[in-house]
């Protein structure tokens, strides 16, 4: 069995989410954002951040299309159910390290000489049984690991490059946005304001940078596939959804003013059997919890 939920928002202000791609183009900057015994080399480069892209065929050829990843929705709700957790369980700031990215990053696979605690007869059924959200979202311990259930697809943006792959066939595609007009750059700065002396390592602090965003106003459609839930899973994803309504940001520089989003369709269920499960199970749960190493 297995569920599907649309998730359908708006971008309410610009969305940064950027790659580790930089190019270096040489520009003029105006000596004013910089000291004038600022490195040459420094006064010149440009590092320009580009938004996450990924290639799609559609009728209008192959095309850059901006999307935000699977992984990144994956890891702010993650997180954001994890901090529910926490909270219910009165674990807040009481985890190790190690611990805590088990049940809030997927945990961390370690070298041969660790056991796979998954061979271990019933631990994988016991583990989902009691964290649901570790079920929903799959995790690594020691050299062992575990395939999660929740399944989101990119956050695509509603353009003519994207409509026939979200089923958007019957509208008039061609008046429809493009992909290349919703990715806009913007400038950034970091100055020195230290008003004494300093060399030239320490004045490498200030920059100029560019980077590129998704613009405001953009459509935005994802779906959610979840395999072979239970009951507890369900309403533990349904609980997880509800959190990220109160928060409701993609990306990164939230911050500075980016990612909020209007949530126009999201999966909507009963969270409470997750709820009283974990109010009723607080002990067995915290217990198995602090066992995992």
């Known amino acids: 069995m297995i569920k599907k939920f649309s998730l359908r928002m708006t971008a309410m202000q610009p969305i940064c989410h950027l790659t580790d791609r930089v190019k270096r183009p040489e520009v003029s900057i ?3 954002y910089f000291r004038s015994e600022a490195p040459e080399k420094q006064k010149r480069e440009m590092k320009v951040r580009m938004f996450r892209t990924t290639k799609v065929v559609s009728p209008y050829g192959v095309n850059d299309v901006c999307v935000i990843s699977a992984n990144s929705f994956r890891g702010i ?5 994890a901090r529910d957790l926490f909270e219910r369980l009165g674990l807040e700031n009481q985890l190790s390290r190690k611990i805590y990215y088990i049940l809030t990053a997927g945990g961390a696979l370690e070298d041969s000489g660790k056991e796979n605690p998954f061979k271990k007869e019933g631990f994988e059924k016991e583990l989902r049984r009691l964290i ?3 079920s929903l979202y799959g995790t ?8 999660g259930k929740l399944k989101p697809s990119f956050i695509w943006p509603v353009v003519k490059e994207t409509a026939h792959l979200l089923g958007l066939d019957d509208e008039n595609i061609d008046e429809m946005i493009s992909a290349n007009e919703i990715v806009s750059e913007t400038m950034y700065t970091r100055q020195d304001d230290y008003p004494g002396e300093g060399s030239d390592d320490e004045r490498k602090q200030q920059m100029i940078y560019k ?6 106003g953009v459509k935005l459609v994802s779906e959610i596939s979840i ?4 009951e507890i899973e369900l309403a533990c994803f349904f609980n997880i959804m509800e959190r990220f309504k109160e928060r409701p ?5 939230t911050s500075k003013g980016y990612g909020r989003v209007k949530i126009d369709e999201i999966p909507t269920g009963d969270p ?3 709820i009283e499960f974990v109010e009723n199970n607080k002990e067995e749960i915290k217990q198995f919890i602090m066992d995992l190493k």
């Not at 980077?211 to 405001?216: C, E, F, G, L, V």
């Not at 940001?249 to 520089?253: V, W």
């Open 132 to 134: 649901p959200l570790v």
């Open 77 to 81: 709700t993650h997180r954001l159910g």
């Open 272 to 274: 409470t059997p997750y």
């Open 227 to 230: 395999i072979e839930p239970t």
């Open 249 to 253: 940001y993609l990306g990164g520089l």
């Open 140 to 147: 690594s311990i020691g050299t062992g690991m575990i395939e």
């Open 30 to 32: 105006d000596e004013a």
């Open 211 to 216: 980077m590129q965003y998704m613009a405001a």
